[in-house]
């Protein structure tokens, strides 16, 4: 494994609004990736046992990883917004991984839903475990034709995993992977997480 360089970055996303995050980038990265959290009211931040998950399979993949705290959570200043103002978090973090590369956008449930609302001519692909999609009525990167992976848990309490399908079933170029007997916080299943998004980027 490459060695990986780890520092705490701070990015302005507009006027009183400054981001705190973890930048985890190994030696010869292949492009940069940005990893969203959960909902922020209900405890989410970018320390969640499945946003780490995720972040670890990226960079074992050799992309440049900057995960981070929305707006009102954990390190960072400003308010929740409810998903929209969020959107322009993930702008911004794109900013600070981009450098004429490739970028991945990834997400974890209500970080999930906001980074399928996200389009950007720099995203490369979008990488999703268990969105809810309820935050929006309609997301962006459905009708995109760049490649999207939902990782869903087959017992999601919130979503259910049949559900979910049927929901992104008419979506462009959208792959589903099912995670068996995992529900929606995958207790117990994080390596199936890492697994997942390793078989995507091989």
Not at 100 to 111: H, K
Not at 159 to 169: C, G, N, Y
Not at 172 to 187: K, M, S, Y
Request: proline fraction near 5%; charged fraction near 20%.
């Amino acid at each position: 494994m490459e060695p990986i360089e780890v520092e705490t970055v701070w990015f302005e996303v507009d006027a009183g609004v400054t981001l705190e995050g973890d930048r985890l980038t190994p030696t010869h990265p292949v492009g940069g990736a940005v990893v969203c959290h959960p909902h922020p009211l209900y405890g989410g931040s970018r320390r969640d046992v499945v946003v780490d998950s995720a972040t670890r399979a990226l960079v074992d993949a050799g992309w440049d990883v900057l995960r981070f705290d929305f707006r009102g959570a954990g390190g960072s200043t400003g308010n929740h917004g409810g998903g929209i103002p969020e959107q322009l978090d993930v702008r911004a973090a794109i900013d600070v991984v981009a450098d004429d590369r490739p970028v991945i956008v990834a997400g974890y449930s209500f970080g999930a839903d906001v980074a399928l609302s996200v389009t950007d001519p720099r995203i490369s692909r979008w990488i999703t475990v268990a969105p809810v999609l309820s935050i929006f009525t309609e997301f962006a990167a459905a009708h995109d034709a760049r490649p999207k992976t939902v990782i869903a848990a087959a017992h999601d309490q919130f979503r259910p995993a049949t559900e979910l399908s049927s929901a992104v079933d008419a979506w462009r170029n959208t792959e589903v992977v099912l995670v068996e007997g995992a529900d929606h916080f995958f207790h117990g299943a994080q390596r199936a997480i890492v697994d997942a998004i390793g078989a995507v980027l091989a």
